[in-house]
């Protein structure tokens, strides 16, 4: 991709090819009335378990002539050199230095990262009540034959990003590409084998509990502490799936009525 001009392309088709795909929950959730329901997804062989941290999704694309967007979850927001950056949720103020000294590669890569704290977010009180920011690395995609998917009109490239078509980096090789570009990942809590998850509801709400009482990213001891959820991914990232406190509280609350 010598000579890449990020000013030439089709914006809307990298916008569309970069975003982060939905994770779905652990527990199905009923659309009619957003309960959980009593079927998990399927894991097999050992299960990673990672905070999930509750502030804004945002990305940077490092392109291997060296050139970068940052972009939220839905939208682009400043490529390398810009003047002017669209002030959203302050992902361009905050990630902007990080970005400019992310290395570039012999391939194009998306860094999937977690904004939170000051105002971000509903509950970025519970990282910090004095306004500070963090940020946590969550994913790395890597994308072969960019040029080529740019090209693609908008519903191939949505059903190639739904349908898994994104590669991303496998855990062994996560970490070394977060040491490599300076930050830190979304804290890893614990290995599990698939068999010893729980499938049931209730359980499954004592069990996040148990192994996350309280976040473990909190910005200063002014935060309340109280964890969004857990993330589960098998080692290669093939099977990925969240389970959230409000929902498991959601469910059973009204179960309970």
Do not use: C
């Amino acid at each position: 991709m010598t000579g890449f001009d990020v000013r030439a392309i089709d914006l809307r088709a990298l916008n569309s090819l970069t975003k982060y795909p939905s994770i779905p929950t652990y527990h199905q959730l009923d659309p009619r009335n957003g309960n959980l329901v009593e079927t998990a997804i399927a894991f097999d062989g050992p299960v990673i378990a990672t905070e999930k941290v509750d502030g804004t999704n945002s990305r940077i694309i490092v392109l291997p002539d060296g050139t970068y967007v940052l972009g939220s979850r839905e939208e682009l927001l400043y490529a390398k050199g810009d003047l002017i950056g669209n002030p959203s949720q302050g992902i361009v103020e905050n990630l902007r230095p990080l970005a400019d000294r992310l290395p570039a590669g012999d391939r194009a890569r998306v860094y999937y990262l977690e904004l939170y704290g000051a105002k971000i977010g509903g509950q970025a009180k519970q990282y910090s009540t004095r306004g500070a920011v963090g940020w946590r690395l969550f994913d790395v995609a890597v994308l072969d034959d960019l040029a080529d998917r740019l090209t693609w009109p908008a519903q191939q490239i949505s059903a190639w990003r739904e349908g898994g078509g994104q590669t991303y980096l496998a855990e062994d090789d996560l970490q070394p590409a977060a040491d490599a570009a300076g930050v830190d990942l979304t804290p890893r809590l614990f290995t599990i084998d698939a068999a010893e998850l729980p499938t049931d509801i209730e359980k499954m709400h004592a069990f996040l509990g148990e192994r996350l009482p309280r976040t473990l990213v909190a910005l200063d001891d002014s935060g309340q502490g109280r964890a969004e959820g857990i993330v589960l991914r098998s080692p290669d990232r093939s099977v990925i799936a969240k389970a959230r406190f409000q929902d498991y509280d959601r469910t059973l609350r009204r179960r309970s009525h």
